[in-house]
């Protein structure tokens, strides 16, 4: 199985930033990409980003040109650079992991990390 922890969460004014970190740790052997999930009040959880093991991203449309992903293979991290941020960006954020095993994103969530925006 494949652990995450996320963390950098917090409040934050419109138009200001953040960098949300995430942690992997288990069978990360297993693990061919990575993305970062966000669930806001009352709405179904949805990808924002993701990254693969080559370097290809991928960005929901509501993000683009805000959001950067990236990571660091070396501390199996993958982290969200979130920049302009807007009110209706505030959400629990969460990572996961695409296995290579199943060809499906991990069961096995993170507690996440509340991003709040203040208008």
């Known amino acids: 199985q494949v652990q995450l922890v996320e963390s950098g969460g917090g409040l934050v004014q419109a138009g200001g930033s953040l960098r949300l970190s995430c942690a992997a740790s288990?069978?990360?052997?297993?693990?061919?990409?990575m993305g970062w999930y966000r669930q806001a009040p009352g709405k179904q959880r949805e990808l924002v980003a993701s990254i693969s093991n080559g370097g290809t991203t991928t960005y929901a449309d509501s993000v683009k040109g805000r959001f950067t992903i990236s990571r660091d293979n070396a501390k199996n991290t993958v982290y969200l650079q979130m920049n302009s941020v807007k009110p209706e960006d505030t959400a629990v954020y969460y990572c996961?992991?695409?296995?290579?095993?199943?060809?499906?994103?991990?069961?096995?969530w993170g507690q996440g990390t509340q991003v709040t925006v203040s208008s």
């Open positions: 288990g069978s990360i052997f297993s693990i061919s990409a």
């Open positions: 996961n992991a695409f296995l290579l095993p199943t060809l499906t994103w991990s069961t096995n």
